[in-house]
């Protein structure tokens, strides 16, 4: 008998270590006494230990004292980890460790889920495993988001007024409203799986049948105006309209009737509004085409002297009633005094009658393209020229702009909007929470060009627990950046489409509107002094050269990112 290591010991911990590595495992093992036996060298991925702190022989105690200098609380709520001591900490993963079985699922980092799991063996040894399921939670997250949204889609349906029904590429019926059910008088499962051939007479089935075939083999939209009788007796009077959505190898068929029996009614052998009906005039959506045209009239009109327009008197000469309307509005929403004329007539009698009142005109602004505009351009007052007409190509550059600020940076009376990215999807949100926008919800916004540098970006930020997106251009690294607004962007120099320069550029412009600031490090290739002055020169705060390394990315994160969280907190 000796004390000393079996000379299989190594070749079974190989073995240990390499059925880690299949399972993507981090296994402890301690003795009846606490004391360590075993750590899997996977124990890295999971906790940021010193080496000298996973020695054979070292007490549970000081195991857990590592764990918690290196910033760790797993076990506790996460608003109360910062408060949370030592020694009660270590005192409470202790109690957990000698029960006979423990399993939680812990939030360890941002985006990052971790399961422990104990086992207690009867001889007193103790098996201590962690294993990475962030992908499986947010799998259950995205799954149970996605039913969330079904269930709310089937509840709106629901809601809605007109008969709905949904059928599959074989025409029979897959979904539909309380609306469409209640005109039929027959309960979902009734419907639901059948065709329209056992739900009408033959003749109108080989109509609708004929219209539902079209509309999915061409995608062209299908209408028409159709009386039908319900099934309490009741007419029916509806402009049914028929689509095509789903993939392309899966169609579906929408068919939404619009009910339109509140307004109209019989007459004369035709279908007239009812008497009592009158459109009142609603609340149009946000127009973008008004907004560009407004913010380049308005300036047009702006001047140094004109920056405070509170109590000024200022006379809009224009024939134009949308450009009167434009104009006007802006200005007594900044607090002037003011009126329009149409004509140079009215603009004589106007200035008459100040006169003789005492009153005094400020400003005149002039529409250029004004019948006589030059008589009022003459007269001896201080006239601005406006020339609606004259917009021209920056009307269009500004239209067709991705991302132009639709409202002015100054204006007192509404902040600065920002359009959403190209790349958003039509989802349902369903939560409060879910309405404002999305600051910060990215760590890391890599914009990398070349694919091994990307799979080593991706592959060093994961290894840190660190949420980011990869930008393949340029043109991507400013959108993404839009609508992520991360809190580091690493920007490759060489990009196509779009260069690290002009992208640094464009995003520091866009945050002039928007009030905010984004570290931006630059990634070169190469570390000459004039590249160095150019980056910084564009607005960059710092950069590293290739290749990079997990301590290189380190650093700068902890620089721009956990600094100014550590700031931020105190």
């Not at 539902?212 to 028409?224: E, I, S, W």
């Not at 380190?554 to 550590?566: L, T």
Request: with cysteine.
């Amino acid at each position: 008998m000796t004390d000393g290591a079996s000379v299989d010991a190594n070749i079974q911990s190989e073995i240990f270590n390499a059925a880690c590595d299949i399972l993507g495992a981090c296994v402890f093992v301690y003795d009846r006494n606490d004391c360590l036996v075993f750590a899997s060298r996977q124990v890295q991925q999971f906790l940021p230990l010193d080496p000298r702190a996973l020695v054979a022989g070292t007490r549970l105690r000081d195991v857990l004292g590592a764990i918690f200098d290196a910033g760790l609380r797993y076990g506790v709520a996460a608003e109360q980890r910062h408060k949370v001591s030592r020694e009660d900490w270590i005192s409470a993963r202790i109690s957990a460790h000698w029960r006979e079985q423990h399993d939680t699922v812990e939030r360890t980092g941002k985006d990052r889920w971790i399961h422990f799991r104990k086992r207690r063996l009867p001889n007193g040894y103790n098996i201590s495993t962690l294993a990475d399921v962030t992908e499986q939670r947010r799998q259950e997250d995205k799954w149970r988001a996605d039913m969330e949204r079904a269930a709310l889609t089937e509840q709106i349906l629901d809601t809605l007024p007109h008969p709905l029904t949904i059928k599959d590429r074989n025409l029979a019926h897959v979904a539909l409203n309380r609306a469409f059910r209640a005109a039929h008088g027959l309960e979902g499962e009734a419907i639901l799986g059948r065709t329209i051939w056992d739900l009408v007479d033959p003749e109108n089935a080989a109509r609708i049948e004929e219209s539902d075939r079209q509309v999915l083999a061409t995608g062209v939209p299908f209408q028409v105006a159709e009386q039908i009788v319900k099934a309490d007796g009741s007419l029916l009077y509806a402009i049914t309209r028929k689509h095509r959505a789903g993939p392309a190898d899966r169609p579906v068929l929408v068919t939404v009737m619009e009910d339109i029996t509140d307004i109209v009614e019989p007459a004369a052998g035709r279908l007239a509004l009812r008497q009592h009906i009158r459109f009142q005039s609603g609340q149009n959506c946000f127009d973008p085409v008004r907004a560009v045209e407004k913010r380049l009239l308005l300036e047009q009109c702006r001047s140094d002297a004109s920056a405070d327009l509170a109590g000024r008197r200022i006379l809009v000469v224009t024939d134009n009633a949308r450009i009167e309307w434009l104009v006007l509005g802006e200005l007594q929403a900044r607090g002037a005094d003011c009126c329009a004329v149409r004509s140079e007539a009215e603009f004589r009698a106007f200035v008459d009658v100040a006169f003789d009142c005492g009153v005094s005109i400020e400003m005149v602004l002039l529409d250029a393209t004004m019948d006589g505009y030059e008589v009022v351009a003459q007269a001896n007052l201080p006239v601005r020229m406006i020339t609606p007409e004259g917009i021209g190509a920056d009307f269009f550059r500004a239209l067709v702009e991705p991302h132009v600020a639709m409202v002015e940076v100054d204006d007192a009376h509404a902040g600065p909007m920002v359009a959403a990215s190209l790349f958003d999807d039509w989802h349902i949100a369903t939560e409060l929470d879910a309405l404002a926008p999305a600051m910060g919800d990215i760590e890391v916004l890599v914009a990398e060009d070349n694919p091994v540098n990307q799979f080593v970006f991706s592959q060093i930020l994961e290894g840190l627990g660190i949420s980011h997106r990869v930008a393949e251009n340029g043109e991507e690294a400013v959108a993404l950046w839009r609508k992520y607004m991360p809190r580091l962007v690493l920007m490759d120099i060489a990009m196509p489409l779009k260069n690290g320069i002009d992208a640094t550029i464009e995003i520091r412009a866009a945050e002039k509107v928007l009030g905010v600031r984004t570290p931006i490090v630059a990634v070169t290739a190469q570390a000459l002094n004039v590249d160095m002055q150019n980056c910084l020169d564009a607005g960059m705060d710092d950069y590293i050269t290739k290749p990079v390394s997990p301590d290189m990315i380190e650093r700068i994160y902890s620089k721009f990112v956990a600094a100014s969280e550590g700031r931020s907190a105190a």
